[in-house]
């Protein structure tokens, strides 16, 4: 159980162009899911907080309009690099959290998705 | 701050046992975690201790908590070469907000 899954799980793009990411919760809800960007070599920056229902919640830094959160239902959030540049290339990982959790604050991560712009 | 220091490398050879360590600034931490990450993929939760304990101990992983030093230990017992991967140790305040670590890439030696 605890399965998050990432779709795509590696994507080219070229500059300029738009890329959605999506993050789901296979066998449970989750009112919060997490995004995080990972640099190679560096350890999981969080960049937002996505609620669903509601706007997220970006960390200090992370720009809104550039990087789009969407958490349209408790199994889904996306993430979209809105025109990408080849600075964005990065590792994009989500996380969730159980709607009904064991009380430890755990989040149950995703595999990852690449993302190469050119 | 809100820095969560490790060091970046450790190898040890295979049957030996390995320890990772990570210093945390936050005292405030209520769960601490060490995740594996093996190469292009996502965060396996290995074990947490809550930060009351001292030592919890799950099979061939030991975790020790320093609270005093805010410094947090895993232990790997007879290290497998299926063990090396990037460790992160994070810590979150019970508000979902996870911190990790900087990571520490594990090389098992056969």
């Known amino acids: 159980g605890a399965v998050v899954s990432q779709h795509p799980s590696w994507v080219i793009c070229k500059s300029g162009t738009s890329v959605k990411i999506e993050c789901r919760s296979l066998?449970?809800?989750?009112?919060?899911m997490f995004w995080y960007r990972q640099f190679p070599k560096q350890s999981l920056m969080l960049m937002a907080t996505?609620?669903?229902?509601?706007?997220?919640?970006?960390e200090q830094g992370v720009e809104k309009d550039k990087f789009l959160i969407n958490h349209a239902s408790l199994t889904l959030s996306t993430l979209t690099v809105t025109s990408a540049h080849p600075e964005d290339s990065s590792f994009y990982i989500c996380?969730?959290?159980?709607?009904?959790?064991?009380?430890?604050?755990?989040?149950?991560f995703g595999p990852g998705t690449r993302l190469t712009v050119l | 701050g809100e820095d969560v220091e490790q060091s970046l490398f450790l190898s040890v050879r295979e049957g030996d046992s390995s320890v990772i360590n990570c210093t945390y600034t936050?005292?405030?931490?209520?769960?601490l975690y060490w995740y594996k990450q093996e190469p292009g993929a996502g965060l396996q939760l290995l074990t947490y201790?809550?930060?009351?304990?001292d030592m919890k101990q799950d099979q061939r992983l030991t975790v020790l908590l320093n609270k005093k030093d805010k410094h947090l230990s895993l232990r790997i017992a007879d290290t497998q070469t299926g063990d090396s991967a990037i460790y992160f140790c994070?810590?979150?305040?019970?508000?979902?907000?996870?911190?990790f670590g900087t990571g520490t890439r594990l090389k098992v030696l056969a």
């Open positions: 201790i809550f930060s009351n304990m």
């Open positions: 066998d449970f809800q989750a009112t919060t």
């Open positions: 996380s969730a959290r159980p709607t009904s959790g064991r009380g430890l604050d755990e989040q149950f």
């Open positions: 994070a810590e979150s305040k019970g508000t979902y907000k996870y911190i």
């Open positions: 936050d005292s405030s931490s209520t769960y």
């Open positions: 996505s609620n669903e229902g509601s706007k997220a919640t970006y």
